[in-house]
């Protein structure tokens, strides 16, 4: 029995946020604590966030070229289970993370993420020392969600997992995971109502990538 893709919505925010994904369970959830972006919130806030999360679901810090020492002390107090990189940390930075990690006692589970427009891109990020990839669409902007779909035949060979990112939804997750085969789908902007978490959004698109709808 083939295993049941993987479903990550970031961005989370809000206490309902928190709510909604509880009822819903995706496997994992992301805050976004990179700099500069309308989804950004504070350690301190995600903090209160994971608190209240239900525990069964992985909670995954999003961070921007950050430094990898500050990364590691949010992995290490227990606030986040995964870092994923949306900047351009390299092979260099990942290892010090996991070197960080390793200093101050905790796992350093890391997710990379990768702007896709061409297929050089996915040769390129082949053989990242990340434990897993994100592909998303390309934009200087897409932390948190692009909301734009690319050509999913760029990835076709990739013998890795890997997250799909960029511009899904309820209507074109189950297109997706036929034509791909993603370990997970990541969903942000398109389960939003004039920019915050629709309950209604979050559920549909959980029903479809679980096979509900």
């Given at each position: 029995?083939?295993?049941?893709?993987?479903?990550?919505?970031?961005?989370?925010?809000?206490?309902?946020?928190?709510?909604?994904?509880?009822?819903?369970?995706?496997?994992?959830?992301?805050?976004?604590?990179a700099e500069g972006f309308r989804r950004?919130?504070?350690?301190?806030?995600?903090?209160?966030?994971?608190?209240?999360?239900?525990?069964?679901?992985?909670?995954?810090?999003?961070?921007?070229?950050?430094?990898?020492?500050?990364?590691?002390?949010?992995?290490?107090?227990?606030?986040?289970?995964?870092?994923?990189?949306?900047?351009?940390?390299?092979?260099?930075?990942?290892?010090?993370?996991?070197?960080?990690?390793?200093?101050?006692?905790?796992?350093?589970?890391?997710?990379?993420?990768?702007?896709?427009?061409?297929?050089?891109?996915?040769?390129?990020?082949?053989?990242?020392?990340?434990?897993?990839?994100?592909?998303?669409?390309?934009?200087?902007?897409?932390?948190?969600?692009?909301?734009?779909?690319?050509?999913?035949?760029?990835?076709?060979?990739?013998?890795?997992?890997?997250?799909?990112?960029?511009?899904?939804?309820?209507?074109?997750?189950?297109?997706?995971?036929?034509?791909?085969?993603?370990?997970?789908?990541?969903?942000?902007?398109?389960?939003?109502?004039?920019?915050?978490?629709?309950?209604?959004?979050?559920?549909?698109?959980?029903?479809?990538?679980?096979?509900?709808?």
């Open positions: 029995m083939a295993e049941k893709t993987k479903i990550k919505i970031c961005g989370l925010r809000r206490q309902q946020d928190v709510d909604y994904v509880n009822r819903w369970k995706p496997d994992f959830i992301g805050f976004i604590l950004q919130i504070t350690p301190e806030q995600a903090a209160k966030l994971a608190d209240r999360l239900n525990p069964q679901i992985q909670r995954v810090g999003v961070f921007v070229n950050q430094p990898a020492e500050w990364v590691a002390g949010l992995l290490a107090v227990g606030i986040l289970d995964w870092a994923q990189l949306h900047g351009e940390e390299d092979a260099e930075y990942i290892h010090s993370l996991r070197e960080n990690c390793r200093d101050k006692g905790c796992e350093a589970r890391i997710i990379q993420a990768v702007r896709v427009h061409s297929a050089e891109n996915i040769i390129q990020a082949k053989d990242s020392p990340a434990d897993l990839l994100l592909l998303d669409a390309w934009s200087a902007k897409s932390v948190g969600g692009s909301g734009e779909t690319f050509d999913w035949s760029l990835i076709q060979n990739l013998r890795r997992p890997f997250l799909l990112a960029g511009g899904l939804g309820a209507d074109n997750a189950a297109e997706a995971i036929r034509c791909v085969h993603p370990y997970g789908v990541d969903a942000s902007s398109s389960l939003e109502t004039e920019g915050n978490k629709d309950p209604v959004k979050i559920q549909r698109f959980v029903e479809v990538v679980r096979g509900g709808g």
